[in-house]
Every structure is written in structure tokens, then in C-alpha cells.
């Protein structure tokens, strides 16, 4: 049981270049998040699913987008990477929503150069 | 909207000394509340939650959190602390967004802790 995992675990880009971060759940979750760590600011959240074939915006969504396919996989892309969008990266995933708990990823360090 | 303020950025400690990092949100109304711990280079692991019911909560590790509805404070004890509590500790609340609940993570309180 890998619980969340993260591809890939690390990534430079330049400005403009496009990606995709990958996430993975084994536990039969319905719930699945990204979100981004900066220093000082906690983590906030790009965008929420709350179903296979759904997905929603949270408090920054902006030069992000998300798909979700498949109840198990949540992606995230960024179209054309900004210096802004250097962070950390969470994905995590809870049974029931935020009552229930969620669990997290190890993570993706981004750097947009 | 719900907003949460972890009073203090950084807490240093002596081992086996206790410990308190202070927890406040912003609204009196029914909500979730959580404490989640980050160890370096990981992602972030559920400490504690209160539902409902004893406002008392105990959680892993040793650590226990109060919830005080009449401050609208979580604030989280642990009576001994180890070299290996030193981490980054992140208070939550939960708030409805489009009719499901999410988390709003305060910025985090980096723990050190020293022989």
C-alpha cells in the first residue's frame, strides 16, 4: 500500500516550458487536492476533485489546470511555466473530504527559472 | 472566510522540556479542526483532528490539543518533547467551498528542538 505518491519528485523548467505533475493514490479515495507550499504562507490550495471526472478551483488556480480521469490519478499542469509558480508541491487525498483527514504526497519541488 | 494564525513562526525548545504552539481561527461557527506535522523533505502527516464531542484531543506522538470555542483556539501540548519532534506544525480549519468542506492551513510553526 504506496498510500500518495508524486512524479517526478523534482524539476527545473524555464520560463514558458510546459509540465505535468502526477499523482497517484491507492486507498480508493474520492477526494483528491493540489496544493502549494511557499515559505511562510502554509499551503493553499490550485485545485480540488471530488469524483472521478470532476474538478474544481480553490484559492489559486490561475496558470494551473487539472484533470482526473481516473478515480486512482490527479494531474496537474502548468501550460506555460512563471517564475511564480516556483514551489513545493502537494497532492493529497481524504475518503470523505476535509472531516475525514487528508493524506499527502512527498511532494514535487518545481523550479522556474 | 475562515483564516487561521499560527501565533508563533518558529518555537525553540529544550529536549524533554514541554511545549505549546498556539492555534487561532477565525470564526465561532461549527468547524473542523486539525493539526498536521511536516518532517523535512516530506509531505505533511495528520497529528490530531477534533470533530466534535471532549474538546480535549490526543493525538500521536504524545501530543494532545485543546480546542476552546469561546477563544476560537486549538493549541497544541506535547508535556516532553524529543530531538525527533523538531519539524514544522501546521494548524487547520476546514471551511465550506461549493458545498465541501476543505482545509485552510495556517503558515506554520518550525519546532526546534535541542539537546
Known amino acids: 500500500n504506496a498510500g500518495v505518491t508524486q512524479t517526478p519528485k523534482f524539476r527545473v523548467l524555464k520560463t514558458g516550458q510546459s509540465m505535468t505533475l502526477l499523482c497517484a493514490q491507492d486507498?480508493?479515495?474520492?477526494?483528491m487536492y493540489w496544493y502549494r507550499q511557499d515559505p511562510g504562507m502554509g499551503l493553499r490550495l490550485i485545485h480540488y476533485s471530488v469524483g472521478e471526472g470532476t474538478t474544481a478551483k480553490g484559492e489559486v488556480p490561475d496558470g494551473y489546470n487539472v484533470s482526473r480521469l481516473k478515480k486512482q490519478n490527479f494531474l496537474l499542469g502548468l501550460e506555460s511555466a512563471a517564475p511564480s509558480q516556483t514551489s513545493v508541491y502537494f497532492c493529497?487525498?481524504?475518503?470523505?473530504?476535509?472531516?475525514?483527514?487528508?493524506?499527502f504526497g512527498p511532494g514535487t519541488r518545481l523550479t522556474v527559472l | 472566510a475562515q483564516s487561521v494564525t499560527q501565533l508563533d513562526s518558529q518555537v525553540p525548545v529544550f529536549e524533554e522540556a514541554p511545549v505549546e504552539l498556539r492555534c487561532n481561527y477565525s470564526?465561532?461557527?461549527?468547524?473542523?479542526l486539525f493539526w498536521y506535522v511536516q518532517y523535512p523533505n516530506q509531505g505533511l502527516q495528520l497529528l490530531l483532528k477534533?470533530?466534535?464531542?471532549?474538546?480535549l484531543v490526543k493525538g500521536i506522538n504524545g501530543f494532545e490539543a485543546e480546542f476552546n470555542k469561546s477563544q476560537t483556539s486549538f493549541h497544541l501540548r506535547k508535556p516532553s518533547v524529543h530531538i525527533s519532534d523538531t519539524a514544522e506544525y501546521f494548524c487547520?480549519?476546514?471551511?465550506?467551498?461549493?458545498?465541501?468542506?476543505?482545509?485552510?492551513f495556517g503558515a506554520g510553526t518550525r519546532l526546534a528542538v535541542h539537546p
Open positions: 493529497a487525498s481524504s475518503p470523505r473530504g476535509a472531516s475525514s483527514g487528508e493524506f
Open positions: 477534533y470533530l466534535s464531542g471532549s474538546t
Open positions: 486507498m480508493n479515495h474520492e477526494y
Open positions: 470564526s465561532s461557527v461549527s468547524v473542523y
Open positions: 487547520a480549519v476546514s471551511e465550506s467551498l461549493s458545498g465541501y468542506n476543505k482545509l485552510i
